[in-house]
């Protein structure tokens, strides 16, 4: 369970890089731990609101932030675990899209190159509000049109394959790829990438028809583990129980892994014959954005680590619980240095339960003895963007 801490002096902060794969890596390894595609929206976040707006009044917030939201919110903590992470999406050519790459590319160092800049495409925008530990979402946005095949990129696209091509033509080669699951739809590019070696994990969201036939989600066949919520799961499999419905999974899937809310998660390896349950971790959740997000990279990291199922229960429930006690959807992904700073906390807490300290105790190998400092990585800033002084 070995990692590398890594400490590197940009003049004013000192960045650690923990590699949880570090004992794995190999020359002969893929480019990417994770490859993942799907839309990036511009996440505009207003922040203390006693109560929900009122029709007819203006309401106003106390603070806000924006950031790239969508599947940018998994791709950020993928990369903030230490997942070298690959994105494929589509960016408008306005500034909330060259905002959107900017923080992604080089804020948070994901791999943008299959993705592409789409002329005259207005970036998708989501606004929400945030109050009472519960949020309120509106969303704008348009299918990105295909690119033209005979139609040449123009200077200012940022694309680094032909056009002609909504998606790369092959995802590019990694350990795993997330996938979100659609019923009576299939993804190609899973095919694709399991025949590369990529293992799939799965998400999937509330459905629409009513149908939740298991038997509609063609993709489920191609992966390693499905990650459902509670309710989910249960209309998915027909019991009246997560923990069944977990089980049953298993006649579908290797891994089924059931969050359960405040209640914390349940999961079943059906090859190794494993179970494991984790309460959540109790903490002020101001915002739930992307924690699901943020529990799927969790448990990925762990999994591609090779830890065992308990444990990638525990780090998947932890880092979504330390990113509910911030604003925002990728603003509020951990990193290793908030895991550090929680993991020291909590032992120094006088009456602290053993049973719960045992249950975190693989973090003491993983994370950096001497990462003490507040996550150093720029985050995205409250505003799209400041003019540079001259």
């Known amino acids: 369970?070995?990692?590398t801490g890594k400490a590197v002096t940009d003049g004013s902060h000192r960045s650690f890089r923990v590699d949880?794969?570090?004992?794995?890596?190999?020359?002969?390894?893929?480019?990417?731990?994770?490859?993942?595609t799907g839309t990036v929206f511009l996440d505009i976040v207003f922040t203390g609101l006693d109560s929900a707006p009122v029709r007819g009044t203006e309401s106003w917030a106390r603070g806000m932030?924006?950031?790239?939201?969508?599947?940018?919110?998994?791709?950020?903590?993928?990369?903030?675990?230490?997942?070298?992470?690959?994105?494929?999406?589509?960016?408008?050519?306005?500034?909330?899209?060259e905002y959107c790459w900017d923080a992604l590319e080089q804020g948070e160092g994901i791999d943008l190159s299959p993705s592409r800049t789409v002329p005259g495409w207005h970036s998708p925008v989501t606004v929400s509000m945030a109050y009472e530990g519960e949020r309120t979402m509106v969303s704008h946005g348009h299918e990105p049109p295909p690119e033209e095949p005979d139609r040449p990129s123009p200077a200012t696209t940022r694309t680094r394959r032909p056009p002609g091509a909504g998606l790369p033509p092959c995802p590019p080669r990694a350990r795993a790829a997330v996938a979100s699951l659609t019923p009576g739809r299939s993804a190609p590019w899973i095919a694709q990438a399991v025949r590369q070696g990529a293992r799939i994990f799965g998400d999937v969201g509330w459905d629409d028809t009513g149908a939740w036939d298991l038997a509609a989600l063609g993709d489920l066949r191609h992966c390693?583990?499905?990650?459902?919520?509670a309710q989910e799961?249960?209309?998915?499999?027909?019991?009246?129980?997560?923990?069944?419905?977990?089980?049953?999974?298993?006649?579908?899937?290797?891994?089924?892994v059931v969050t359960l809310g405040a209640e914390g998660a349940y999961a079943v390896d059906r090859r190794t014959g494993e179970t494991a349950s984790v309460p959540a971790i109790e903490v002020e959740a101001l915002d739930p954005t992307g924690a699901g997000d943020v529990?799927?990279?969790?448990?990925?990291?762990g999994t591609l680590a090779g830890w065992p199922l308990a444990d990638r229960l525990a780090f998947a429930g932890l880092t979504a619980a330390l990113s509910v006690q911030e604003f925002g959807g990728s603003l509020s992904a951990p990193g290793w240095t908030e895991i550090a700073g929680w993991w020291r906390r909590v032992?120094?807490?006088?009456?602290?339960d053993p049973a719960a300290l045992r249950r975190y105790a693989?973090?003491?190998?993983?994370?950096?003895?001497?990462?003490?400092?507040?996550?150093?990585?720029r985050r995205a800033v409250p505003t799209i963007g400041f003019r540079r002084s001259a």
């Open 65 to 97: 932030g924006s950031s790239p939201g969508g599947v940018a919110n998994m791709a950020t903590a993928l990369a903030r675990l230490g997942l070298r992470t690959s994105l494929a999406a589509a960016f408008g050519d306005d500034h909330y899209g």
């Open 224 to 229: 390693e583990a499905f990650l459902p919520n």
């Open 362 to 377: 693989f973090l003491a190998d993983v994370v950096p003895e001497d990462c003490v400092r507040p996550w150093p990585l």
């Open 347 to 352: 032992q120094s807490v006088e009456g602290q």
């Open 233 to 256: 799961a249960m209309r998915y499999t027909g019991t009246d129980c997560p923990r069944a419905a977990a089980h049953a999974l298993t006649e579908h899937v290797p891994v089924a």
């Open 20 to 36: 949880p794969l570090a004992a794995l890596r190999t020359p002969h390894d893929p480019p990417w731990d994770v490859y993942l």
């Open 295 to 301: 529990f799927v990279a969790g448990f990925v990291t």
């Open 1 to 3: 369970m070995a990692s």
